[in-house]
């Protein structure tokens, strides 16, 4: 029963233009999304988050949406750049405590 | 951000040894930590929740015989692998995290077992 679902595999992208990841979850109870960056054979790294009581969060390049509603959040990057290529995983959190469940990840890939 | 050492990064060991893991906090301390487990080309499952000072809580479907945690410290966390096989090999991730409502839990490098 995945909890998390990105359902893109992969993304490409030119160089300057916006990226766009999305990911979809099915409980209502979470509290916190992160998104969080990740190239092989090394840990995840903590990009950005937004809390239920939020729609939308912002750190430079990087903008995280959230609908609630639609249970549904996204992550904008732009412009996108060469060294943004790797996997990006969402999470989210349940109220009750700091446990993370990721979605699938999807490999973003920016072209100069 | 929190740094979060992971060691070793990578290790080879024969069919039937044991393999331990270490995860650190380096700068603050870390009273609860998870492990995780990463499948080629899939996500991050969590294996296991560890509290400083009590028995790890295991996921659905991870055997707590095979997967040995102790969190003997507040800076230190470590998963052995007992009797390891093949399928054992992966990619094992740890992170910590400052208190049961920190939502940002840092990662560690990661650690990729093989077993032959």
Known sequence: ?112 | GAVVSQHPSRVICKSGTSVKIECRSLDFQATTMFWYRQFPKQSLMLMATSNEGSKATYEQGVEKDKFLINHASLTLSTLTVTSAHPEDSSFYICSAASGQMNTEAFFGQGTRLTVV
Not at chain 1, 51 to 71: C, H, P, Q, W, Y
Not at chain 1, 73 to 83: A, D, E, T
């Open chain 1, 1 to 112: 029963d995945q909890q998390v679902k990105q359902n893109s595999p992969s993304l490409s992208v030119q160089e300057g233009r916006i990226s766009i990841l999305n990911c979809d979850y099915t409980n209502s109870m979470f509290d916190y999304f992160l998104w969080y960056k990740k190239y092989p054979a090394e840990g995840p790294t903590f990009l950005i988050s937004i809390s239920s009581i939020k729609d939308k969060n912002e750190d430079g390049r990087f903008t995280v949406f959230l609908n609630k509603s639609a249970k549904h959040l996204s992550l904008h990057i732009v412009p996108s750049q060469p060294g943004d290529s790797a996997v990006y995983f969402c999470a989210v959190q349940e109220t009750s405590g700091s446990r993370l469940t990721f979605g699938e990840g999807t490999q973003l890939t920016v072209n100069p």
